[in-house]
């Protein structure tokens, strides 16, 4: 099983900054893909920042310039680095994993027999912007 915990989040004023880290726990699963997810009260879930295991990375473009996405393969972790708040930042943020079970047979890799595209998330954190 793969557990995500996020820590991080609190109340900050506008213009203020945050960092949001997320620890991943759980043997064998292979991460390709992690990012952060949003929910605002009201509002649909919405991809933050996503970044894959050859560190490519991909940002909304309301947080392009403001937030910063880094993970550690060694440690599985993952942060989010975010300056110049606002207010429209308020939200409930989800660490998301996608990877792959993989099964082999000896030392070879079976993709058939793999599970592929599995994702996980963590139970959220909240960020609240607001003086």
């Known amino acids: 099983q793969v557990q995500l915990v996020e820590s991080g989040g609190g109340l900050v004023q506008p213009g203020g900054s945050l960092r949001l880290s997320c620890a991943v726990s759980g043997s064998d699963f292979s991460i390709y893909a992690m990012a952060w997810y949003r929910q605002a009260p009201g509002k649909q879930r919405e991809l933050v920042a996503a970044i894959t295991s050859g560190d490519n990375t991909n940002y909304a473009d309301s947080v392009k310039g403001r937030f910063t996405i880094a993970r550690d393969n060694v440690k599985n972790t993952m942060s989010l680095q975010m300056n110049s708040l606002k207010p429209e930042d308020t939200a409930v943020y989800y660490c998301?994993?996608?990877?792959?079970?993989?099964?082999?047979?000896?030392?070879?890799?079976?993709?058939?027999?793999?599970?592929?595209?599995?994702?996980?998330w963590g139970k959220g954190t909240l960020v609240t912007v607001s003086s």
């Open positions: 998301n994993v996608e990877g792959v079970w993989p099964y082999y047979s000896g030392t070879n890799y079976d993709s058939s027999r793999s599970l592929d595209g599995v994702e996980y």
